[in-house]
């Protein structure tokens, strides 16, 4: 028998403001065939609010929803969970081919494919006098 309750009033209050804005993007990373895979989980938002931005190796993963103004005023809300903002996600992933990087959002779930360059040697060795 279980006579404490297992959530009290407003716990979750505690547990959302401890939670980091990453925990809202949820992603895997993986590499596979010279290309890397990432998916993140976005749920609530469409592709309009979803920004990828690649610059140098640096992907930037950005939604934004905005908040719409209610007609109703006289709603009086019992509880609210549903979040309005911004959030960030970004990642170096280093020599990448940014001209084809191919992303698609299906049913709450971002994935991009991001093909490696070839690496280059670029190691010289000096002689020494």
Do not use: Q
């Not at 980091?20 to 596979?32: F, L, Q, R, V």
């Not at 992303?103 to 779930?109: H, P, Q």
């Amino acid at each position: 028998m279980n006579i404490v309750p297992r959530k009290f009033y407003l716990d979750d209050l505690f547990d959302n403001f401890l939670e980091g804005e990453a925990s809202k993007m949820k992603c895997d990373i993986y590499e596979e065939n010279n290309k890397y895979f990432i998916e993140i989980d976005i749920p609530g938002f469409t592709k309009e609010d979803i920004k990828i931005e690649c610059n140098n190796g640096n992907l930037v993963i950005s939604a934004e929803k905005i908040k719409k103004e209610e007609d109703n005023t006289s709603r009086k809300y019992i509880r609210r969970e549903r979040v309005y903002g911004k959030y960030t996600r970004s990642f170096y992933l280093g020599d990448v081919d940014e001209d084809h990087i191919e992303a698609a959002f299906i049913d709450g779930i971002l994935k991009l494919t991001i093909p490696k360059l070839e690496e280059r040697n670029t190691k010289k060795y000096i002689e020494i006098k």
